[in-house]
């Protein structure tokens, strides 16, 4: 079929929209002076001898009485330059341009502009084809060879125009390469739209409402402009097709950006460097995308980067998050997302934030000799080490850490803050429960404190959690202690020659956590082996079960003793006991049960019958816009603090005792002699936690291979400085003592 067609000149920048897709009593320029709004300048028709000046300077018009200008016009700034259609230009003075270092005159030269308007003192300089965009003031265009809109522009969302078939609509096919669970790209869309949207498939009328929401909320009639924001450069590029860009942009040789948003502000500017190339996404303010990177059919979340030749594609990634080298394929991920390494690959996963993907790791066999649809789900904190290479499906607790090999299994790990092992000469899978908190502290900790000092957002739409204790990994710590107790019972009685299967769950959980949670170790050299974590019937080794359900206990009284704090800081007024006599009449009124199930929202925590709810009124409609459900995710983070508090004082009082001790009562909690207690243990455990920072970062300095590439050790300190000096240590001192103040506070304000 000939694609090539000739027509006249003479209607070149006109009839850009079909007549049947313009509304009654309007023209084809309804859309575009909708768009410009407030913008639209005091434009005047040109005088004969501004004609004439803009003739003499080799500039060519189809017809100047639709060309119209704002004072003050310079029109001896014009030249050898083309116009067609309606083109209506800002003021255009002698001024010169300057970002950095780079200085150009105001005004058009060596340029062809159809159907445009152009704000303030703009430079256009050798770019042949520039049509139906509206360009703020204060614009840098420079050697592009082609910017251009379709009547049909949809600027990266997945909508449809009047007159398209569903086929052509741009669906995002994330944690899943079969499309089972596609979403639509939106300008405003965050991980946890995307979550919604993906995770609840089988909510029918959940997911048919929120299609009709971004149709409803994001379409329109054909016809819409392309925009340049105000004080953006662009320059050296080539295709530039329905492309909406924000203020204050920075776009520098760019191969080919099409049906794209780039959202970009003062405070928030986006930069798209050389040899990139984008179609059919979403790029959030203040990102950064250099190199050689390819990114198709996307949404990049704020305040984050792609460089050196990463590929991103059928993905949603998470605010603040960098990606550099790898490829990235099929993904929805969740904030604070680092994958660096040209030899690293990440298919059809959800992975829930905080975390960091080494070279060489391979996430997700594509096929499995059978299909593709396989997934990988990883929470919050997933760190696979250097050459892991992982099958679907798979699944991960939090804070898990995959040591390098080959797994030859898919794995379901329900341990928090462990470490995975594969033992190829035993032919079997260990894992180290609580991992981090034993081993690591530094790394845990400054996780924590590098997600949240990397937040550059200068909008928050979500209270993105990044403390590796909250409602969510407490569950999984609980959960993880329960199998733990099972695990230990059932060795115990093989090891006496006992059959565990005459034993109930709750008699194996009850011996398990007497042996457990004994101060004497009873264990011996029991070993304690698990059941279901790989798909395969060898055995996968508890290591040091004892010390890691202790440490879990730890991690728990000290997370719930950090939101209570948290709690009555923000109710400086109130009397901490009346605010606990408070959580505790709520608890009682739940049934002295606990909220046991916590959803990670694209990295807001929140209690899963409020999502419940949340997806029932966005299913009735009583949610019809993503504004409304992003104003109920704000409500939500509101009552975090107090959903935390009640989560953590209902944990104390269902959490078992350790070394003979009396649990936690209400009473004894209310009345001080527990609350005493439990803060004596915070305090006990912040400043182990400030140790074990310097203890586990120390290591790195006595490690004799540390030592190996230098000559002596003041080579060495001259290179890597004294571990005393470590600025995230002495800031974990400070911490420390910060925390202390904040208990003293407390107890004042408690009078215990």
């Not at 996307?298 to 030749?309: A, H, I, P, Q, T």
């Not at 009873?522 to 290591?543: D, F």
């Not at 959580?583 to 990295?603: F, I, P």
Request: net charge negative.
């Amino acid at each position: 079929m000939k694609e090539m067609s000739l027509i006249s000149q003479g209607i070149l920048g006109y009839g850009f929209v079909n007549p049947e897709y313009i509304p009654e009593g309007a023209d084809e320029y309804w859309q575009r002076n909708q768009q410009i709004g407030e913008r639209a300048k005091q434009w005047r028709k040109l005088r004969s001898d501004e004609i004439a000046v803009l003739v003499k300077n080799n500039n060519f018009c189809s017809n100047w009485d639709n060309f119209f200008v704002s004072d003050p016009f310079n029109p001896h700034l014009i030249r050898n330059s083309q116009f067609y259609g309606l083109v209506r230009l800002g003021a255009v003075r002698d001024n010169l341009l300057q970002y950095h270092d780079y200085k150009i005159p105001a005004g058009i030269r060596d340029s062809t502009i159809i159907s445009c308007d152009i704000g303030d003192d703009c430079a256009i300089q050798n770019c042949p084809y520039i049509s139906h965009y509206i360009i703020g003031d204060q614009v840098i265009i420079s050697r592009v060879d082609e910017i251009q809109v379709s009547n049909h522009a949809k600027f990266g969302n997945g909508i449809l125009t009047p007159g398209e078939s569903e086929d052509v609509r741009v669906w995002i096919d994330v944690m899943n390469e079969a499309g089972g669970r596609s979403i639509l790209p939106f300008v405003d869309m965050i991980p946890a739209d995307a979550y919604l949207w993906a995770a609840y498939r089988d909510d029918a009328a959940l997911v048919a409402q929120l299609k009709e929401i971004t149709q409803r909320q994001y379409g329109a009639g054909r016809g819409r402009y392309g925009t340049i924001g105000s004080w953006s450069v662009i320059k050296g590029c080539g295709i530039i097709k329905d492309v909406a860009i924000g203020d204050c942009a920075y776009i520098k040789g760019a191969n080919k950006l099409k049906n794209l948003t780039i959202l970009s502000s003062e405070d928030e500017p986006t930069q798209i460097g050389e040899g990139v190339e984008l179609v059919n996404g979403i790029i959030g303010y203040g990102c950064h995308v250099f190199y050689g990177c390819k990114a198709v059919r996307f949404v990049m979340g704020r305040n984050s980067n792609l460089k050196y030749g990463a590929r991103l594609i059928h993905s949603v990634l998470g605010d603040n998050s960098t990606v550099s080298c790898c490829e990235m394929l099929n993904n929805l991920i969740f904030p604070a997302h680092e994958q660096h390494h040209n030899n690293s690959f990440l298919i059809a996963s959800l992975v829930q934030g905080q975390s960091n993907i080494a070279a060489g790791a391979t996430i997700g066999s594509n096929h499995n000799s059978r299909a593709n649809d396989g997934e990988i789900r990883a929470n919050r904190g997933f760190w696979p080490g250097l050459s892991v290479t992982l099958k679907h499906p798979s699944r991960f607790a939090s804070y898990a850490l995959i040591a390098k090999g080959d797994y030859p299994y898919e794995l379901d790990i329900p341990l928090p803050f462990a470490l995975v092992n594969h033992d190829v000469a035993r032919d079997r899978l260990e894992i180290m429960p609580a991992y981090f908190w034993m081993y690591n502290m530094y790394a845990l900790e400054r996780n924590a404190w590098k997600a949240a000092s990397r937040d550059k957002r200068v909008v928050k739409i979500q209270r993105i959690e990044t403390d590796y204790l909250a409602p969510d990994t407490a569950e999984e710590i609980l959960h993880a202690m329960e199998l733990l107790e099972l695990w230990t019972g059932r060795a115990a009685l093989f090891a006496g020659g006992e059959n565990p299967e005459a034993y109930t769950e709750s008699a194996l959980r009850n011996l398990g956590r007497n042996l457990l949670s004994a101060a004497e170790n009873r264990m011996g050299g029991l070993e304690v082996y698990a059941e279901g974590l790989e798909r395969h019937k060898r055995p996968a080794l508890i290591v040091k079960p004892r010390k890691a359900w202790r440490a879990y206990n730890r991690m728990l009284r000290y997370y719930a003793l950090k939101g209570l704090l948290a709690y009555a800081e923000a109710r400086p007024d109130e009397a901490v006991p009346e605010l606990f006599v408070a959580l505790d009449g709520e608890y009682s009124a739940r049934g002295k049960k606990r909220e046991t199930g916590w959803v990670n929202l694209g990295g807001q925590i929140v209690p899963e019958p409020k999502v419940d709810e949340l997806r029932r009124d966005i299913g009735e409609g009583k949610l019809d816009s993503w504004d409304a459900i992003h104003a109920r995710y704000d409500a939500m983070a509101a009552e975090y603090l107090h959903d935390r508090a009640i989560h953590a004082w209902a944990l104390l009082l269902e959490l078992p005792p350790m070394d003979g001790a009396a649990p936690f009562t209400a009473d004894g909690l209310l009345h001080g002699r527990d609350l005493k207690t439990l803060i004596a243990e915070g305090r006990e455990i912040r400043g182990w936690i400030s140790n074990e920072v310097y203890k586990s970062r120390a290591k790195d300095w006595r490690d004799p291979f540390r030592k190996i590439t230098f000559r002596n050790d003041a080579e060495m300190e001259a290179v890597l400085g004294r571990v005393e000096d470590n600025p995230f240590i002495n800031m974990a001192k400070k911490e420390t003592e910060t925390f202390e103040k904040r208990l003293d506070r407390l107890e004042q304000r408690f009078k215990v």
